[in-house]
Structures are given as structure tokens and as C-alpha cells.
């Protein structure tokens, strides 16, 4: 066995000793009277215990199958076996191997840091940029796939705000999921999407290219982000739709801006000005959020490079080419022929070979880092 490989193994032999022996622990402790009464340390204790069983679990069918191999091995070199027994202990070794390497792989994958935000509820919003009109159309496009999407998932969908356009498109539009897991699925869409194709407003037929850009944020929680009502200017107005119809006669929607950041939040898709309020206060916490993570990453310039663009939104990660019915995701080279269906929200091919792609990375830097 190579010296690296060999230094690679004993490596993860030692995480999961530890995380064996700590899982351990968290099981006997579940059964301490004294955390069982006290209800906040017996939850924090049953999530950490969560978090380590899928990995102590796979150890354990991976040391199973090293068992399986050295009782073959021993076996084989046993004398007084005939040519059939032989052949099917020597089937047996290899199915072993196969099934080590196999586990290993997929205890490396376990042992990689988990992104805290996973489980979290997530708020996409969608702009149209370059291309007027048609980038509002391909937004509501983008909008229309995320839902059905969401919906294939189980997630549920809320609109907090949408600035539509008369021909039905969104100069902007911004939507919370609700859903364990929705930002594990939805944190790649972040950045700028190109569409190419005949405008729905171009009578010539000549193929156009417009763009719109996503930006997916991980709901923030009260705990993380504390807002000073002080630094907080709030007014009220007039709901209206499309072409700047009011809809709604009373003064429910709601505009917030951060004093300090200038960041600014609106909100008028609820009837009620309370209800408007909060999810324009969700949305400023998640922003105020990814402002702070991203000051996080980017001094942390080398973990950014290992990421499958999760965050940037100038970053231009996707074509959706209407004549070809061909979409393709720049950043991990993927080029499907089935834009219809992806618009139809069968998005699951794309977004798992990204969580692939990210995987990849992520592990060969920690590999590089420990050899």
C-alpha cells in the first residue's frame, strides 16, 4: 500500500475511533436520570447522537467486512481445500475488498464538515437583468421551476414579495421554502442565470440573450442576528400589482431599511401589515446573514475555491439554450438536452450532480490537507 494511502487510512481510523467511543458515550448518557429531567441537554445530546449514527453505523459494516475479509484470507490459506471451495473463498475476497472500498469511500464523505445551514429554510430571490422585458418573463420562468420543484420535495412555497410586469414576467420576485433540508438543495442556484432564446416580445424571430439573477439565502434565526430597532426605518404603503394597479386600499405593505447597511426589504403580498412586517424582517435578518458569512469567506479565500458556487451571484453558473433544449451548468462542465423537463421542475439530476461536485472537492482538499 502506498505510504500516502496508508497515512490516509490510519487518519480516518483514528476520526472514527473518536466518534465511536463519543456515540458511545452519548448512549449511556441518554439513560443518566439527571439528563433525562433536564429537557434542554437531553435534546442537545439525542441531535449529537443523530449527527453520529449514519457514520458510526457505516464503520461498523466497514469493520464487518474487514472481519469477513481476514476470516476468508485465513481460511484460503488453510491446506485440504478442493478447487471449487478455492475459487468460492477466492469470490468471496474479492467481494469483500469491493465492499471495503466501497464504505471507505463513503466514510470519507460522512467525515466531511456539514454545512450548519442545511436543514434551513431558505429565501430565493430572482431579478431579471440584462434584457428588459424577457428577463422578466425568463424570471418568472426561474420562479415557476422552483416551485414545482419545491413542490416534488415536499416543501412548501410563500411569496413575500413580486414586482410583475403587464406580460406576466418579474422585474423581481422573492419566496421563502419551508422545508428540512430545502438549502442543501437550493443553495447552488445563487448567481447569474443566462437564457437564450426568441422573446416572447420579438416578432422577427432572432434569438436573444437575457440574464436574471438568483441569490439564496439560509433563513436566518433570531439568535444569530440581533437587530437594533433603533437602526430601523419602517414605512407603510399601498400593495399594487402589475402595471401599477393597486390591489389593496389599505396602506399593508411594508418597506424596511437598514440604517447602517442601507440594506432595504419590502413586503406586500399578506393583507395584513403585521404579517408583512415579519416576513420583511426575515428576509433583512437572512441578508444580514449572508453579508456576515460572506465577510466569513472570504477571508477564508481557500475553503472558497473548494466550493461548487454557493453564494456568488455575479458569478454567471448557467445557460438555458431554447432552440437546442439544451441546459448547461458551467461550473461542473454538466450539459443535459431535457430543458423542458428541468423547466418543469425535474431539477433533482442537476442539483445532486452539483452536491457530487462539491463532495469531490471538499474531500480531495481535506486528502491534500492531511497528506
Given amino acids: 500500500m502506498p505510504i500516502m494511502l496508508m497515512k490516509e ?7 472514527l475511533e473518536i466518534f465511536k467511543k463519543r456515540y458511545d458515550e452519548l448512549n449511556e448518557q441518554l439513560y443518566d436520570p439527571n439528563i433525562v429531567s433536564d429537557q434542554d441537554q437531553y435534546k442537545s445530546i439525542m441531535i449529537e447522537q443523530k449527527n453520529l449514527s449514519p457514520i458510526v453505523e457505516k464503520y ?11 476470516e476468508a484470507k485465513q481460511l484460503l490459506n488453510e491446506s485440504g481445500h478442493d478447487k471449487e471451495f478455492r475459487e468460492m473463498i477466492e469470490a468471496e475476497i474479492e ?29 430565493v430571490e430572482i431579478r ?8 422578466a418573463l425568463f ?54 442565470h443566462r437564457v437564450q432564446r426568441v422573446p416572447e416580445t420579438e416578432a422577427q424571430g432572432r434569438i436573444h440573450t437575457s ?4 441569490a439564496v439565502l439560509p433563513e436566518a434565526e433570531d439568535v444569530e ?10 414605512d407603510t404603503f399601498r400593495a399594487s400589482g402589475a402595471g401599477g394597479q393597486h390591489i389593496n386600499k389599505t396602506e399593508s405593505a411594508i418597506r424596511i431599511t437598514h440604517l447602517p447597511t442601507g440594506l432595504v426589504v419590502e413586503c406586500q403580498d399578506e393583507r395584513s401589515q403585521y404579517k ?4 420583511a424582517m426575515k428576509v433583512l435578518k437572512s441578508r444580514l446573514l449572508e453579508a456576515k458569512t460572506r465577510e466569513q469567506n472570504d477571508a477564508m479565500a481557500e475553503e472558497r475555491r473548494t466550493q461548487v458556487g454557493t453564494g456568488d451571484r455575479s458569478e454567471r453558473i448557467r445557460t438555458y439554450n431554447y432552440p437546442q433544449g439544451r441546459m448547461t451548468d458551467h461550473r461542473i462542465g454538466l450539459t443535459l438536452y431535457k430543458l423542458e423537463s428541468i423547466l418543469n421542475g425535474n431539477f433533482d439530476e442537476v442539483i445532486d450532480a452539483l452536491i457530487t461536485a462539491d463532495r469531490a472537492a471538499k474531500l480531495q482538499k481535506s486528502i491534500d490537507g492531511e497528506n
Fill in 276 to 279: 408583512n412586517k415579519d416576513k
Fill in 60 to 70: 461498523d459494516e466497514y469493520k464487518k467486512y474487514k472481519t469477513n475479509l481476514e
Fill in 128 to 135: 431579471g437583468g440584462a434584457g428588459g422585458e424577457e428577463a
Fill in 139 to 192: 424570471s418568472g420562468v426561474l420562479f415557476r421551476m422552483y416551485s414545482m420543484y419545491a413542490e416534488m420535495k415536499g416543501f412548501k412555497t410563500e411569496i413575500i414579495n413580486a414586482n410583475e410586469t403587464e406580460l406576466g414576467g418579474y422585474k423581481e420576485i422573492s419566496f421563502m421554502i419551508k422545508g428540512k433540508g430545502a438549502y442543501s438543495r437550493f443553495k447552488y442556484e445563487s448567481g447569474v
Fill in 211 to 214: 440574464t436574471v439573477t438568483v
Fill in 225 to 234: 442576528i440581533e437587530v437594533n430597532p433603533a437602526d430601523l426605518q419602517i
Fill in 9 to 15: 487510512v490510519f487518519v480516518l481510523f483514528d476520526k
Fill in 95 to 123: 467481494e469483500s475488498r469491493e465492499n471495503i472500498d466501497r464504505a471507505s469511500d463513503e466514510l470519507k464523505i460522512l467525515l466531511l464538515p456539514q454545512d450548519p445551514n442545511d436543514d434551513r429554510n431558505v429565501i
